[in-house]
């Protein structure tokens, strides 16, 4: 059982930084990707290595006790990034192998 929640669930457009909690026992990340008019969080179609296209990222959370990109957030670490998005709507997804089929993705909504 996996997932991940984003914490508010909606805020301005412009500079925004995710602070990511790894509050579960594996290895895990959060990337920002557009979510695609009339899709919804949760929908993309994994390849066979279990992961999504990150075509579009607006930047990730992977590195633990830092900002940006690593190999992973270790259980019980923190990670961060800053991200600069236009209003619409994003999804934050855990692209480690079969952790979004397993539920690791969450709508983030960034209004005007
Ligand atoms: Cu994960």
Do not use: Q
Request: proline content about 7%.
């Amino acid at each position: 059982m996996m997932w991940l929640r984003a914490t508010p669930s909606s805020v301005p457009a412009g500079v925004v930084s995710l602070r990511v909690v790894n509050a579960g026992t594996l290895d895990h990340e959060v990337v920002v990707l557009p979510l695609p008019t009339g899709h919804a969080a949760g929908e993309r179609l994994t390849g066979g290595d279990g992961r999504v296209d990150e075509a579009g990222s607006l930047g990730e959370a992977s590195l633990s006790c830092g900002g940006g990109a690593g190999e992973g957030i270790a259980p019980g670490a923190m990670a961060w990034t800053t991200v600069t998005v236009p209003p619409g709507r994003y999804e934050l997804v855990c692209n480690f192998p079969g952790h979004y089929t397993a539920g690791m993705y969450a709508e983030l909504d960034v209004t005007r």
